[in-house]
């Protein structure tokens, strides 16, 4: 069955629509996971890029969301036989195919923003 079968026939079923959509967000919730595939699109990084990269995250949330993401097949990390250890972080295949999602929430928070924004004024 084709993914996008299943999909239809989710749609049709309200209690599985629910439970899809809720694996989903335990997989990314958190202030954090977000900004971590985010930046993780553009390629490797160490933790220390992500700590840059990601203002006000803590090296301690940082490790902890990196775990998780993990985990759940989200990231992977690789660590390299350098002296000193190397580790480097990476999008999995999941990982990337999460980029048509945040392509779809980055465009709907742009018009929402100005939609907002344009109520304000």
Request: glycine residues 4%.
């Amino acid at each position: 069955m084709s993914i996008k079968t299943k999909f239809e026939r989710i749609q049709d079923c309200p209690n599985s629509f629910v439970v899809a959509i809720n694996d989903t967000v335990n997989v990314i919730s958190g202030k954090w996971k977000l900004p971590i595939i985010a930046s993780l699109t553009f390629g490797k990084k160490r933790f220390s890029e992500l700590e840059k990269e990601i203002p006000k995250i803590n090296p301690r949330m940082l490790s902890k969301e990196l775990r998780e993401l993990e985990a759940n097949g989200i990231v992977k990390r690789m660590v390299y036989d350098t002296i000193p250890v190397s580790i480097e972080y990476e999008l999995t295949k999941s990982g990337h195919s999460f980029k048509e999602v945040m392509t779809v929430m980055l465009k709907w928070g742009l018009q929402h923003r100005a939609a907002i924004v344009g109520k304000r004024k």
